[in-house]
């Protein structure tokens, strides 16, 4: 039996390295934590692999761009941290016209992504890999610029991601993803109390 666990784990070690990481990554996310980003970024790339390996295309590129938004948010937030007079970058609420622009790019955006992944990839899940994919763009961007409305994106892309590796055998991964979840409402009520002290401190 142990031998059948270590031989599991050794096949897993990249994808158990990565969900581990990735907990990391959003806890300290939760606790506005500047060491989120370079904790994302090293999970990001282990991603790649993992999921190159199980044929989600499009989200295995997602980690790509994970890497890059990494970079932008871990400097976004440090800049922040020194122009802020709170000493930290502040949560802030979303726009309407950002919400508008943001609702504009999304349809397109996993139409795009739908369209490449049924033409030029063999991909088993087109639909879902675009869809989780695009919301996940999305929503990281929001993080990076510290806007609370980028849980509740989380919240459904991170479900449902969670039924797309089920559904691919990434059985570590979907447990990180329903942590993620969870993650993800507690992380909406913390920086719902960041922003809502921030604004009464200005009035």
Known sequence: MAELVLLWLSAHLTEILGTILGLV????????????????IISSILFVIVFFQARIYANALLQFYYVGIGFYGWYYWLKGKRESPEGHLPVRRMSPSLGIKLGAILVPLTGTIYYILSEYTDSPVPLMDASTTALSILATWLMARKILFNWIIWIIADFAAAGLYIYRGLIPTSLLYLVYTVLAFYGYFEWKKSVEKTEYVRH
Request: positive net charge; proline residues 6%.
């Open 25 to 40: 990554y959003i806890l300290l996310s939760v606790k506005q934590r500047i060491f989120t980003w370079p904790a994302g």
